[in-house]
């Protein structure tokens, strides 16, 4: 049996089918082993790395057709983590997020291709400062089991993506402080055990 592709959000999963017939799963991410980074080179000399230490959503599989499975994502942008007191507080502020005005950023998924046996491209709408872009997650699968230490079943999958914050309008300290964003995901998602998803995979 070989496996196909499932997204997560932010992002993409992969499971192997043991039904035939079309099965939809639902999963909620397990924000304890859930991680979003962010990297952008600051004048030259280093690509600084931030994280976002909050956010909400989920995803669905559609067993039957991959394809038309599903990922949102939601992001406080206030949740942005610098490691400095002064940098969380200017990149908040208005020549970068924003938070203010802009509480939120978010992720809706718009098309999967599959690109390999644990790989896939997840394309989706990125919403940033009002300003509404695709952008284009490359995700593999980590691992789809039973938690070894407990009864629900996970998946786990990596995800990477490259952006250019000025299509979103966030264009302050250009080109000294980098344009181009990359963009590091780990995942792990619980399946909420409902009806027949419940057994897909046992």
Not at 8 to 15: D, R, S, T
Not at 80 to 93: A, C, I, S, V
Request: hydrophobic share 35%; aromatic share 10%.
């Amino acid at each position: 049996m070989r496996r196909i592709l499932m997204t997560g959000a932010l992002c993409a999963l992969m499971f192997t089918p043991s039904l035939a017939h079309a099965q939809i799963e639902n999963y909620t991410f397990d924000k304890e082993h859930t991680q979003i980074f962010f990297t952008v080179n600051h004048l030259g000399f280093s690509n600084s790395t931030g994280s976002f230490q909050t956010f909400d959503g989920g995803f669905t599989f559609d067993r039957g057709e991959p394809q038309k499975s599903k990922v949102e994502l939601t992001i406080p942008t206030d949740s942005l983590e610098m490691n400095d007191d002064k940098w969380n507080e200017h990149l908040k502020g208005k020549d970068f997020f924003n938070v203010t005005a802009f509480p939120t950023m978010t992720f809706k998924s718009t098309k999967i291709d599959v690109t390999g046996e644990n790989t896939a491209n997840i394309t989706g709408d990125l919403t940033l400062l009002g300003v509404t872009h695709p952008v284009t997650l490359a995700a593999t699968l980590n691992k789809a089991d039973k938690h070894p230490f407990g009864d629900k079943y996970m998946a786990g999958f990596s995800a990477t993506a490259s952006l250019k914050r000025s299509e979103f309008g966030m264009d302050y300290g250009l080109p000294m402080v980098g344009d181009d964003v990359k963009i590091h995901i780990e995942v792990e998602g619980i399946r909420e055990d409902t009806g027949n998803a419940g057994t897909a995979n046992k």
